[in-house]
């Protein structure tokens, strides 16, 4: 019973001190207060980044518009680009390890005017490759891009929170 009772005394105190160093649960992020509808221009609307982006606008309660006209803001990714690159080789000069970089560049316009500059963002990670398990390197490689394409659009969605 005493062991049962310190256990909820050291959650609960452990609990208030998380509390109040200001952790807090990553959900989704806050709507943006500029604007309530958003059209993203893209030159690839079927770029994982893209997509990442879209959800994450609609889970935060911007309506995206399929029409330009509708929009109250316009979201322009004017670049979206996966780089890969090798870092070493093996003694036969067969690459081992590789680095992907994905890198955005984004801005939002308002009625025509620049609501937020052309800002970069950009994430590296790196892998190795086995080319005796291929098929599963290739999949690492997919997953690795689509974590970085959704990294990426929590970082926008930070930036288009603050405006």
């Known amino acids: 019973m005493a062991r049962r009772v310190l256990t909820v005394v050291v959650l609960a105190l452990t609990a208030t001190a998380l509390a109040g160093c200001g952790l807090r649960l990553q959900g989704r992020e806050a709507k943006p ?22 959800r994450s ?30 870092l070493s080789v093996s003694a036969r000069n067969i ?32 892998f190795t490759f086995d080319e005796t398990i291929l ?3 290739e999949r690492e490689q997919r997953l690795l891009e689509d974590a970085l394409a959704r990294d990426l659009a929590a970082i926008v969605m930070r930036q288009l929170a603050v405006l």
């Open 33 to 54: 207060q500029a604007f309530a509808s958003a059209w993203v221009d893209a030159q690839d609307p079927q770029s994982d980044f893209v997509q990442a982006l879209s």
């Open 57 to 86: 606008l609609a889970a935060s309660g911007v309506r995206l518009e399929r029409d330009r006209a509708r929009a109250e803001a316009v979201i322009r990714i004017s670049r979206d680009e996966i780089r890969e690159h090798v």
């Open 95 to 126: 690459p081992r390890e590789y680095e992907l970089t994905y890198r955005v560049e984004f801005s939002v316009l308002k009625d025509g005017a620049e609501l937020l500059a052309p800002q970069e963002a950009a994430l590296t990670r790196d």
């Open 135 to 137: 098929l599963a390197k």
